[in-house]
C-alpha cells in the first residue's frame, strides 16, 4: 500500500522526529552535535524553513519547525540526512543506514500546541533522566528560548513573541512555563500524533485542515457503545 503524503502546509509548523536504526547512537562526540546544527542551519536558510525549538538525543532528535514552500521540510531532512550520514559514516569507519526510515512529523495547532510541544521537546533530557532541569543540556533550544543566549538557528515563533512585549518578558514567561507539568494526556496525544502522522490540534483546527487538505486528519474512533440504537442501526 502506498504510503499518503505527509500534511504540509506552508507557515504551519511541524513537529520532527528522527530515531537512529535500531535505537543506535546517532551523536557520540561534541562535533557531532555541532557538525548536525550547523547543516541544520544551512539547510533551513536554503529551504526556507524556520526552526522554533529542537533538542539532539543521543540516539534521535525532534524539532519544530515551520515551512514555507511544500517542500521545505522534505528538503532540509533529506539534505542534512545525506550530509550528515557521511560525516558519522568516515568519523567512525562504518557503512549502511544510520536512521530508522522516514522522519516523523505532525501539524501543529499554533494557537492551542505550539508552546506544549517546545516543552515537550526541550524536557526530553529531563524525561529520559539525564538531566534534572532542562537548562543542564546543552544540545537544545532552551538556552535560547528562555535564558537568552545567542543561536543563530532559532527563529521566535508569533506565539512565542506574544508572551511579553520585550526579549527579557518573553523569556521569563517561558521559564514559568516550565515550572507547570505538561499532562500524561498531552504527551500521549503528541507522541501518537507523531509517531502515527496525525494532526495536532483542537477539534475546530483539525476541521479546518481535513476541510482544505480533503483528507482525514485523526484516526477513526475505535469500537462503540454496542447498546446504543445508533451502534445497532450502523450494524444492520
Not at 537568552?148 to 517561558?174: C, D, F, S
Not at 504527551?187 to 500524533?193: M, V
Amino acid at each position: 500500500m502506498a504510503r499518503l503524503p505527509r500534511f504540509v502546509i506552508p507557515g504551519q509548523p511541524q513537529q520532527v522526529i528522527l530515531r537512529g536504526n535500531n535505537q543506535t547512537e546517532v551523536f557520540c562526540t561534541d562535533a557531532d552535535y555541532q557538525f548536525y546544527l550547523g547543516k541544520l542551519q544551512l539547510a533551513c536558510k536554503a529551504h526556507n524553513c524556520d526552526l522554533h525549538a529542537y533538542v539532539l538525543m543521543t540516539n534521535h532528535l525532534h524539532l519544530l519547525i515551520t515551512p514555507h514552500t511544500e517542500q521545505g521540510i522534505s528538503k532540509v531532512m533529506q539534505k542534512l540526512g545525506r550530509h550528515y550520514v557521511q560525516h558519522f559514516n568516515h568519523c567512525y569507519q562504518r557503512t549502511g543506514t544510520l536512521w530508522e526510515g522516514r522522519y516523523k512529523a505532525t501539524l501543529v495547532d499554533s494557537e492551542s500546541y505550539l508552546l506544549t510541544c517546545m516543552r515537550y521537546i526541550e524536557l526530553n533530557p529531563v524525561r529520559a533522566g539525564m538531566v534534572t532541569h532542562p537548562s543542564d543540556y546543552r544540545w537544545s533550544s532552551y538556552h535560547f528560548n528562555a535564558l537568552g543566549q545567542p543561536n543563530a538557528l532559532v527563529t521566535p515563533h508569533l506565539e512565542y513573541r506574544r508572551l511579553g512585549k520585550t526579549i527579557e518578558a518573553r523569556q521569563a514567561a517561558y521559564r514559568q512555563l516550565f515550572k507547570h507539568r505538561i499532562s500524561n494526556d498531552s504527551l500521549n496525544e503528541i507522541r501518537e500524533a507523531t509517531n502515527k502522522a496525525w494532526v495536532l490540534g483542537n477539534d475546530r483546527f483539525k476541521a479546518r485542515i481535513q476541510k482544505k487538505l480533503d483528507r482525514r486528519v485523526k484516526p477513526k474512533a475505535k469500537g462503540g457503545d454496542r447498546r446504543s440504537e445508533k451502534y445497532k442501526s450502523n450494524r444492520t
